[in-house]
């Protein structure tokens, strides 16, 4: 007669630390409970803040800080942790939006909302929405062109708008 699920089960349980919890498949999950990094058995695998160890710790992208494990920062737009000397990162969660047009302003990472077409990083092109340019040629949405008379400024139609930008290195060099 062979040993049972909960038999062995409970096997686990009795010799697994109070910190862990066990699924039905197998792994191995951290009950949160308050870490005290003095008590010298404190379970690293659950209290990863209390590991000093050198090999536990991890240097940021830039090769310049040094983190404990089970620090965590930001980088690039993107979450780190350090875990016992490895870095694991994902992206920032950025929020849904219900708008029509979108820009990730400069130092940002996630979108915000805009009203002017003409900022918008993102858009989706209506081809029905056209526009005209300096010569009175009508243009579809999403198409470009390099204004007339003006060979560093080119022009996007965005959903009706004429935006235009300019191009300071070939302002410079002609």
């Known amino acids: 007669m062979g040993i049972?699920?909960?038999?062995?089960?409970?096997?686990?349980k009795l010799n697994i630390n109070q910190h862990h919890d066990i699924t039905l498949d197998g792994k191995i999950f951290c009950r949160r409970?308050?870490?005290d990094c003095r008590n010298p058995s404190v379970d690293l695998f659950c209290c990863p803040e209390c590991d000093t160890r050198v090999t536990s710790q991890c240097l940021d992208q830039n090769g310049h800080k040094l983190y404990r494990s089970g620090d965590n920062w930001t980088h690039s737009c993107q979450q780190c942790w350090c875990l016992e000397g490895e870095v694991d990162c994902w992206p920032l969660p950025c929020p849904n939006l219900s708008c029509e047009y979108t820009a990730i302003l400069e130092g940002e990472c996630c979108p915000r909302c805009v009203s002017?077409?003409?900022l918008a990083d993102n858009i989706a092109y209506d081809i029905r929405k056209t526009c005209l340019d300096s010569y009175g040629i009508s243009r579809l949405s999403g198409s470009v062109w390099t204004m007339a008379g003006s060979p560093c400024t080119t022009c996007k139609c965005k959903n009706g708008r004429v935006c235009c930008s300019v191009d300071l290195e070939c302002l410079h060099n002609n």
């Open 116 to 118: 002017d077409p003409c």
């Open 33 to 35: 409970t308050a870490c």
């Open 4 to 12: 049972g699920l909960n038999e062995v089960l409970i096997f686990i």
